[in-house]
């Protein structure tokens, strides 16, 4: 397999294709933060996480347009805005989505799965309908195109350094919220044990609504940051949920840090696979390794010790 | 043990379980022409997946979200089988190497793979419709259920291997033919399944079937292992305490339900003489989980009626107004879970039901006859059959 290649060849193709796993590791951190606070602490299965990521994606694709048309001297920071409109907007429809569905649901878990697919089809149709059935893509600004080279064989691209950065930042952002913020205490205090939290007076309701807006939010400023690396499309969402909710059982469903863990293993092992496999069995082995170490483990790479 | 409610339950599935004969044997075959019939025909190897569905998720507490993939190996077992009848030598003599698939001649494969050679004959294809997906879900049942993973987990993982699945077989073109499938089949036995004839013949195999599968699944139901499923469902670990191996009966009728979905599949090969992955994939899977929840998820005849109503609706939907066809089929996910959870045989059951003997009771008087008490059942004191 590596005739033909020099010793610092390989280690060349190993950089690249370990750096194109780090762009898959955080496209999966992105993916998965949002479902691991929904899924993982809330315990609601939400299948149309993929289509909150894709209207994130929109209003992404909204907003540079915008800026295109009436503002263009701004452009190269349309991103900033775009990112906090995406994620304001889909936190907003994952809070309505709480209200008018989700908490009739929560002893239901099997049943939330159908009522979210059911869900993810209609936002699915109403994208379709808006911004037609074909792909969309944003214009990166100046300053995110292009790469620049490490070595002669070694280049980065300068919007997936800037996707890996976002994804810190998100991340750290998200460790702030839930575990060093008041609110995130109550959250977690809510989610731990229901009747105790209301019992010393936190609004169990409310903390689930804004639990759940968190992570729709999320998954708005995960699509914002794909459409730095990739088109979007109105069923794009749907390739992602299985990638998703795998990442975050695998690491352990109540765990965040074994989340982001197991989104870096399974990254890593795929890219590293793609290139002496076809992607699409790279990707059934990858797949089919979590399935068969769940199906061990079921409990994931991470658990919290609870007393069931 | 029958007492009056099990024995009005029974004579009232078998009237419905009558009614239902007569619509698919006899009111649609006479309303409809070949062409609707097949399509029918369609909906009803769904209709398997939909009973099955009752079995291990409306009884057994198991939703499956990878039963496409049953439904696509049964398909497949057979496929592999009419695909090999009609790639003799001389029908293929034009590829490179004639005798195999074209599609493995088109993708440079020169030699009939391993896996392919047992189904050159007609009885391994036949039993390994039933036969292959039920050991996958064996194995998927004991690694899950004897871990006790059940619930939300066992949905995901199901939803996995579907998806590892539909990736599989489209990137092993040469293999499985890929993202078109297996098409052109055209014989069984020499037996052309292409005409209007063969195609009703085959409508009425199928709907007998699945009758067939309907008295099996009424049948396990009845039994005291359905008494077990039910008692599962309601607190798991009542029935583990109580001695009996819950792992057990639910791989048990995980399987029962693969095997059913398997015999649809092959149905639908037969049927419309291909099988591609787009059965086999997350979104026919999640929609074969609707039929049962529309139909109902605790009544095996209403998941027959739910495969038929909501493929029907999605034809004449997606015929006429293509782009409503999605919020449509969206909201009555949202609707079922919500609104009525027990679908259609939950509505009957608490609206229709209940007017029955009233109806009965008006039209006896109409007639001039005394009507009979509310259930229309005369119960004897002191018979009781112990089982």
Known sequence: MFEGYTLGEIGSIFAMQGFAG????????????????IFGQMGVINMAHGEFMILGAYVTFVTSNVFADSMPALFGGYFFVAMVLAFFIAAGVGAFVEWAMIRHLYHRPLDTLLATWGLSLILQQIFRSVFGAREVGVTLPDWLMGSFGLTDLIEVPINGLFVMALTLLI????????????WGSQ??????NRAMAGAVGIDTGRMDRLTFALGCGIAGVAGSAFTMIGSTGPTAGQLYIVDTFLVVVFGGAQSLLGTIASAFVISQSQSTMEFFLSGSMAKVLTLLTVVVILMLRPQGLFSLKLRR | MTTPQTATAERSFWIGFTILAALILLVLPLMLDVFRLNLVGR???????????VLCWG????????QGVFFGLGGYCLAMFLKLESSTPEATAIQSTPGIPDFMDWNQITALPWFWEPFKSLPVALIAIVVVPAVFAYVIGVAMFKRRVGGVYFAIITQAIAAIMTILIIGQQGYTGGINGITDLRTL??????TDSAKTILYFVNALLLLATLVLARWIL???????????????DRVRFSGYSVANFKIFVFCVAAAMSGIGGAMFTLQFGFMSPSFVGIVPSIEMVIFAAVGGRLSILGAVYGALIVNWAKSIFSEAFPELWLLAMGGLFIAVVMAFPNGLAGLYSVYVAPMLPRIRAWAMSTRGLPARDTDGQISKPGVTHAR
């Not at chain 2, 909906?43 to 997946?49: E, S």
């Open chain 1, 22 to 37: 780090l762009i898959l590791f955080s496209v999966f951190v992105l993916m998965a933060l949002g479902l691991a606070i």
């Open chain 1, 171 to 182: 991340s750290f952002v998200v460790y702030l919220i839930l575990f060093r913020s008041r």
């Open chain 1, 187 to 192: 959250s977690r205090a809510v989610v731990q």
């Open chain 2, 43 to 53: 909906y009803l190897t769904y209709a398997f997946v939909a009973v099955g569905l």
């Open chain 2, 59 to 66: 009884y057994g507490g198991i939703l499956s979200l990878g």
């Open chain 2, 189 to 194: 036995l020499g037996w052309d399944i292409r």
């Open chain 2, 222 to 236: 009845t039994s005291r292992l359905g008494r077990i499923l039910v008692a599962m469902r309601g607190k798991e």
